[in-house]
């Protein structure tokens, strides 16, 4: 009998040790992007859409929304309204913050914004830079940011929605941004993301020739050829990316943490609610921090209790 209950207190604690220290490793500094089909202030009068929006944007620490039609402010607010008012803590009441670029475009009627959102508890924005220039329709919005929950620190985001019919030519000249903006704030540690129309007939595999962010080994891309990006069955498309320069910022994030997030599944919605959202999924990526270390304390203690429990629980 008291053998039985011990292997059953053991396989217990071994559950419970198991799924913290799971919850552990796949914590982490998250770092999104979603093209989300220009989301305007209709879109966020749609309760079921923003408290969608918000959860997926909760799930990161910085998150980069593109085709954001926001120039009266009434689309970004109040989604940052309902995210403060979720994840505020005793100790921050507004742990969200955004910033964003002006309208850009060629036509009046195509005007789209960058919006990164962060927390505020953990990040902060410590550089803005709107590119210039012709080579894109919407010039990268850059910001750099720095963080002491990451490994590599200070990083510097370069946003990209491209225009399908020249997004090899856009691609291409992500790398003259790289090298004005790495020059700027002399830091190399530089990740571009967003949705390129990297795939399908926009970037064929012929097309990468002429791409320096491929043809330089020093450019990794996190999100493979192979990944569908896209919602609906009729695309399968890696469209929506990231990459990074460098080895120290390719050391700093999780091996494989690079992925789409569908959130469709996760939060169990129809299909036809996840296109309310958008007709892209979210991309992400984790980087390596103190994550860990934060849960290890509240870890022990609890091994600790389980232990002693265990101990008195056949004496009883
Ligand atoms: C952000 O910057 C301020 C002032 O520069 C500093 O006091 C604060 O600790 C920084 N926060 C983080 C998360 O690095
Ligand atoms: C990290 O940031 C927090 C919050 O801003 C600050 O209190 C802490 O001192 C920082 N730690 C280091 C090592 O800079
Ligand atoms: C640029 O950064 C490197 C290290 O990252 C540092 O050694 C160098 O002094 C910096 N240069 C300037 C001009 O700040
Ligand atoms: C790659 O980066 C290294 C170190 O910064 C640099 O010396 C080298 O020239 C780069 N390679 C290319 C092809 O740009």
């Known amino acids: 009998m008291r053998g039985r209950s011990s292997n059953l207190c053991s396989l217990l604690l071994f559950s419970v040790f198991s799924l913290l220290f ?15 089909n220009r989301f305007n202030s209709a879109k966020a009068a749609k309760p ?15 998150c ?14 109040p989604l940052l309204t309902l995210l403060n008012r979720w994840k505020s803590t005793r100790y921050d009441k507004l742990p969200y913050a955004s910033v964003s670029s002006k309208v850009l475009g060629k036509s009046a009627d195509n005007m789209q914004q960058y919006v990164f959102i962060y927390r505020r508890d953990i990040v902060n924005v410590t550089g803005q830079h709107q590119y210039e220039g012709n080579a894109f329709v919407r010039p990268p919005f850059v910001v750099q940011f720095y963080s002491n929950k990451t490994d590599i620190k200070e990083f510097i985001l370069v946003p990209l929605h491209s225009e399908p019919e020249q997004a090899v030519q856009e691609i291409d000249s992500l790398y003259d941004v790289f090298e004005k903006v790495s020059e700027m704030w002399n830091n190399t540690n530089v990740m571009f993301l967003g949705d390129f129309h990297a795939g399908c007939a926009y970037v064929t595999r012929h097309d990468k020739k002429s791409i320096r962010l491929y043809t330089n080994s020093n450019f990794s891309w996190l999100i493979g050829d192979g990944v569908d990006t896209t919602v609906t069955d009729l695309t399968d498309c890696a469209y929506d990316r990231i990459v990074v320069h460098g080895q120290d910022f390719l050391k700093a994030i999780r091996p494989f943490s690079g992925k789409v997030f569908n959130f469709g599944k996760e939060f169990k919605l129809r299909r036809t609610k996840v296109l309310d959202v958008s007709d ?5 990526v984790r980087l390596k921090g103190s994550a860990f270390l934060h849960l290890a304390p509240p870890l022990l203690i609890l091994l600790g209790v389980s232990a002693i429990i265990q101990f008195f629980l056949p004496a009883l």
């Open 280 to 284: 892209h999924y979210p991309i992400e």
């Open 64 to 77: 980069l929304l593109q085709d954001v039609v926001d120039s009266d402010g009434k689309a970004v607010k």
């Open 22 to 36: 799971g919850a552990a490793l796949v914590s982490g500094f998250r770092i999104c992007s979603f093209n989300v």
């Open 48 to 62: 079921i859409v923003l408290h969608t929006l918000t959860k997926v944007v909760s799930k990161c620490d910085i």
